[in-house]
């Protein structure tokens, strides 16, 4: 790419690029509507919460289905994770989401995850109360999560087995991969140093949005993310999500529940291989694997576009043969 090429980049504004020049403009000129609020957890956490729509949808047109979205680790609803639901509203969905506790705009210091299991409920829910909204009576309901997202997902479905009609597991961390995980005896030490210091942020490790993203100028538009967690993980973070994926990975062959898991080939911060193992373990009678030769860790935004094209095609289409 030619440097005045990467100047340019450098210079957009948002992650839609210059023009238009705000969100309103750019929900417009894609069809939709969409909405912004907070949401206050049974806790008493308030939550940064979106949602993006057909502009069509009334009682006599409903949406095709509600999706209710989990972003991943250190990311967040406002930047480039919304081209997603965008594109799912334009289809007809009804797409919500929340920024986690601790990231984005929701309450909470920056990167810090103490307990996964109170993430769960704030979104479980979150999700009831759009859920159980007049005009989303008898729709379809699905869950959609990226990363820790997706491993958050399968914990909400094992808490409300009977409340989902399938989840979309995109890249779900299930496993941290090796490639990244810190290395014995390390993952014991952080664990131990975490009791004392849980808020401290110092745990090594290699750039994730690096890692994640393949294409050169998609790394810079989603490194200007105003909301992005940019510091080192924090010791209580890391020991919590090293538990947490120990956990689901023992309990793959307990998830019932239609699923869809996408992952690439050339992931290193989530492993394809422990995709392969939930569909293989899975006692879901609807399940699908999609494994992407060469793909990276952000397929639905740091791939190319024809790549993104291609994954947002599977998702889709499963989702259209269960609505």
């Excluded at 995109?170 to 210091?197: Q, Y």
């Excluded at 401290?200 to 993310?225: F, H, Q, R, Y």
């Excluded at 919590?240 to 529940?257: A, C, G, H, K, Q």
């Amino acid at each position: 790419m030619a440097a005045e090429e990467i100047q340019e980049k450098q210079q957009q504004q948002h992650f839609w690029g210059n023009e238009p020049e705000t969100e309103e403009e750019y929900y417009a000129i894609q069809g939709i509507q969409a909405t912004k609020s907070f949401y206050t957890s049974p806790r008493g956490l308030s939550l940064f919460t979106r949602s993006w729509q057909p502009i069509s949808s009334s009682p006599t047109t409903p949406p095709r289905g509600l999706i209710c979205m989990v972003h991943g680790y250190g990311n967040d609803i406002s930047w480039t994770f919304q081209l997603t639901p965008v594109f799912l509203a334009r289809m007809g969905f009804a797409c919500f989401a929340l920024d986690l506790q601790s990231h984005g705009q929701s309450q909470g210091l920056k990167g810090f995850v103490p307990n996964v299991d109170y993430v769960v409920d704030d979104c479980l829910s979150f999700f009831n109360s759009i859920k159980q909204r007049p005009e989303f009576h008898n729709l379809p309901s699905f869950l959609y999560g990226e990363s820790m997202g997706g491993a958050i997902c399968l914990m909400i479905h094992f808490k409300d087995r009977k409340g989902w009609s399938g989840a979309v597991l995109v890249a779900p961390m299930c496993k941290i991969s090796d490639n990244v995980r810190p290395r014995w005896p390390i993952p014991e030490i952080l664990t131990f140093a975490a009791k004392f210091a849980p808020t401290l942020a110092i745990v090594p490790t290699v750039d994730l949005l690096d890692s994640s993203v393949k294409v050169e100028e998609k790394k810079i538009i989603a490194g200007k993310n105003p909301m992005r967690y940019r510091g080192k993980p924090r010791l209580g973070t890391v020991a919590e999500l090293l538990r947490v994926t120990e956990w689901l990975n023992e309990r793959l062959s307990d998830v019932s529940i239609p699923f869809i898991v996408l992952h690439g080939s050339a992931d290193v911060v989530t492993d394809p291989e422990v995709s392969r193992s939930l569909y293989e373990k899975a006692k879901s009678e609807d399940k699908t694997i999609k494994i992407y030769e060469g793909m990276m860790h952000s397929l639905l935004f740091g791939e190319t576009d024809e790549n993104v094209e291609i994954v947002r095609g599977d998702i889709l289409s499963w989702l259209n043969q269960r609505c």
